[in-house]
């Protein structure tokens, strides 16, 4: 990693002569190896992130699926439910029209009777 000292501004020395190309070029690589470092470094960082957003998404959808496996059997126990009480209620009324018939007969007519007025209008 670069240090304080290498991320200070270059200011150019007026100097006369071949010295200054000459301190000027390993600035010009050390800056490189820099710049080249950095992009080595965001390539790391980005995988990173990938990998990390990758397991999130695996966590999310394994906890989305458990709920889902969860929701499904509490609705399997609400279904059940509903057809013991629909079972329930039907055997009370079989038993109803088997101890009174006639009553039986007679409410299906009056409730038959009903239907066809209230479908006229």
């Known amino acids: 990693m670069a240090t304080t000292s290498d991320l200070a501004p270059i200011r150019p020395k007026r100097t006369n002569g071949p010295r200054a190309t000459a301190s000027a070029k390993p600035r010009e690589e050390q800056l490189e190896d820099q710049i080249a470092q950095l992009q080595t470094d965001l390539k790391s960082i980005a995988a990173t992130l990938a990998k990390l ?68 209008r």
């Open 53 to 120: 957003s990758s397991e999130k998404v695996t966590e999310a959808r394994d906890v989305a699926q458990g709920e889902m496996r969860h929701l499904k059997r509490q609705g399997q126990h609400v279904i059940d439910d509903v057809q013991d009480q629909a079972s329930a209620v039907e055997q009370q009324l079989k038993d109803t029209i088997r101890e009174k018939p006639l009553t039986a007969v007679a409410s299906a007519v009056g409730i038959g009777f009903i239907l066809a007025l209230l479908s006229r």
